[in-house]
Nanobody
Framework: QVQLVESGGGLVQAGGSLRLSCAAS????????MGWFRQVPGKEREFVAA????????DYTNSVKGRFTISRDNDKNTVYLQMNSLKPEDAAVYYC????????????????????WGQGTQVTVSS
C-alpha cells in the first residue's frame, strides 16, 4: 500500500522560508514521478511543482517560479519542496502526490494524473 506523509509545514512570516518533505513508502519510489499541489478552502486543488522519476525534469506554476524548488532523493524515498520568499497567497494545505510511470524524464502537472496522495500539511504565511 502506497503511503505518502508530508511534513515541514507551519507558520512563517512573509518573506520567510519553509522546506516541505514527503516521505514515501510501499512503492518503488524511483518508478514514480512526484508532484506538489496546494488547496485553500473553497478553491480547487492547484498544481505547484512536479519532478520526473529521474529528478532531471521539473515544472512549476508561474506564481512560484524562482521562489520554490522541488527536488527528490531516491535513496531516501523523499521528495522536497523548498519554499523561499513566501507570500500570504502561498498559504494553503500542501499535498504531495505520486504517479507510477515508465517515462524517466516526464513530469505531470495535472492532479488527475496522480495515483496516490498524502494527507497534506498546512502552510500559513503571516503578513
Amino acid at each position: 500500500q502506497v503511503q505518502l506523509v508530508e511534513s515541514g509545514g507551519g507558520l512563517v512570516q512573509a518573506g520567510g522560508s519553509l522546506r516541505l518533505s514527503c516521505a514515501a513508502s510501499g512503492l518503488t519510489f524511483s518508478s514514480y514521478a512526484m508532484g506538489w499541489f496546494r488547496q485553500v478552502p473553497g478553491k480547487e486543488r492547484e498544481f505547484v511543482a512536479a519532478i520526473s522519476r529521474s529528478g532531471g525534469s521539473t515544472d512549476y506554476t508561474n506564481s512560484v517560479k524562482g521562489r520554490f524548488t522541488i527536488s527528490r532523493d531516491n535513496d531516501k524515498n523523499t521528495v522536497y519542496l523548498q519554499m523561499n520568499s513566501l507570500k500570504p497567497e502561498d498559504a494553503a494545505v500542501y499535498y504531495c502526490a505520486a504517479k507510477a510511470t515508465a517515462r524517466y524524464n516526464t513530469y505531470y502537472d495535472s492532479s488527475q494524473a496522480y495515483d496516490a496522495w498524502g494527507q497534506g500539511t498546512q502552510v500559513t504565511v503571516s503578513s
